[in-house]
């Protein structure tokens, strides 16, 4: 089964970073898709046109991302420097080169999908003379999105390009249980507060973080253990301790290691004293978890 995948053509000293936003926002927020882009495809040695035929091959739709020094105008080229420039081919390829899948992994296309996005620009053409063999574009739908609005428009965005390529969005939100009201009256523990208390050795290996939002606070560990069945033995543990506390982990396990984060989000996502006595429960279960076979 083969992944919904873009191919971003862009030009470096054009557009480079907003490719790269760009491509881990497309694949965090859409099921089952990868994103193509060159400066992360290509290795030493490789061959450059038939490295980008190939990810153009392997592509259900290639963004074009537009910016303000995308393409100069005719009169700035020489003829044959116009003939060498790889953005021009890379278009001209996405859009002569047939779909390559299967049937059953072509999403219901019969030819690639090109969609022109303008990024910190004038949305229209009317800014570049284009080539005659890309000039098509002019006749194609474009989107458009600034760096000033970007944390508004990103969202609607990919929104609108899930629908138009029939793609699933992964779920925005995280499920929690109806407010503890007793929780809620918890005091916060002081950031001040709880660097002093990290530094007892009950809590060897915690740390705060906050996932990039100011507002919160949690207290965070990777538990590793010899194998599987310790990881699960751990959990197992630790489940059962959460249904008697009422309170419970944000956690990842993979294979011998389980990822934790500990808040109180009835009190606005910050850590309180039931989260401490978790984490001295779950240092408690981790050395028991890592003595079984």
């Known amino acids: 089964m083969q992944p919904f995948t873009f191919f971003i053509s862009y030009r470096r000293q054009d557009t480079a970073p907003i490719a790269l936003l760009l491509k881990s926002e497309i694949e965090k927020r859409l099921q089952f898709v990868r994103v193509s882009v060159d400066?992360?495809?290509?290795?030493?040695?490789?061959?450059?046109?038939?490295?980008?035929?190939?990810?153009?091959?392997?592509?259900?739709?290639?963004?074009?991302?537009?910016?303000?020094?995308?393409?100069?105008r005719r009169?700035?080229?020489?003829?044959?420097?116009?003939?060498?420039?790889?953005?021009?081919?890379?278009?001209?390829?996405?859009?002569?080169?047939?779909?390559?899948?299967?049937?059953?992994?072509?999403?219901?296309?019969?030819?690639?999908?090109?969609?022109?996005?303008?990024?910190?620009?004038?949305?229209?053409?009317?800014?570049?003379?284009?080539p005659d063999t890309i000039s098509f574009l002019k006749d194609v739908h474009s989107e458009h999105i600034d760096f000033a609005s970007w944390p508004l428009a990103i969202g609607p965005l990919i929104d609108r390009m899930a629908v138009r390529l029939a793609l699933k969005r992964r779920p925005d939100k995280d499920e929690?249980?109806?407010?503890?009201?007793?929780?809620?009256?918890?005091?916060?523990?002081?950031?001040?507060?709880?660097?002093?208390?990290?530094l007892f050795d009950d809590f060897e290996g915690w740390y705060v973080d906050n996932y990039g939002n100011a507002e919160v606070r949690y207290l965070a560990?990777?538990?590793k253990f010899r194998n599987f069945n310790q990881a699960a033995s751990f959990m197992g543990m630790v489940a059962e301790h959460?249904?008697?506390?009422?309170?419970?982990?944000?956690?990842?396990?993979?294979?011998?290691?389980?990822?934790?984060?500990?808040?109180?989000?009835?009190?606005?996502?910050?850590?309180?004293?039931?989260?401490?006595?978790?984490?001295?429960?779950?240092?408690?279960?981790?050395?028991?978890?890592?003595?079984a076979n």
């Open 39 to 72: 400066v992360e495809e290509m290795h030493p040695g490789d061959f450059f046109p038939a490295r980008l035929r190939s990810l153009i091959d392997g592509a259900h739709a290639t963004i074009v991302l537009i910016g303000k020094h995308w393409m100069a």
């Open 75 to 130: 009169e700035a080229f020489e003829s044959a420097e116009m003939d060498r420039d790889w953005v021009v081919k890379e278009i001209e390829y996405s859009k002569a080169a047939p779909l390559s899948f299967s049937d059953a992994d072509s999403y219901g296309l019969t030819s690639r999908i090109l969609v022109p996005l303008f990024a910190d620009c004038d949305r229209n053409f009317h800014q570049v003379e284009l």
């Open 176 to 198: 929690y249980p109806q407010p503890d009201l007793a929780k809620a009256r918890t005091q916060p523990i002081s950031d001040s507060e709880l660097s002093k208390i990290l």
């Open 221 to 223: 560990k990777t538990f």
């Open 242 to 291: 959460c249904r008697v506390l009422d309170h419970h982990p944000e956690w990842r396990n993979v294979f011998n290691h389980v990822t934790v984060s500990l808040t109180t989000w009835d009190a606005q996502r910050r850590v309180t004293i039931y989260d401490l006595n978790l984490a001295l429960y779950m240092n408690m279960a981790a050395k028991v978890a890592g003595k």
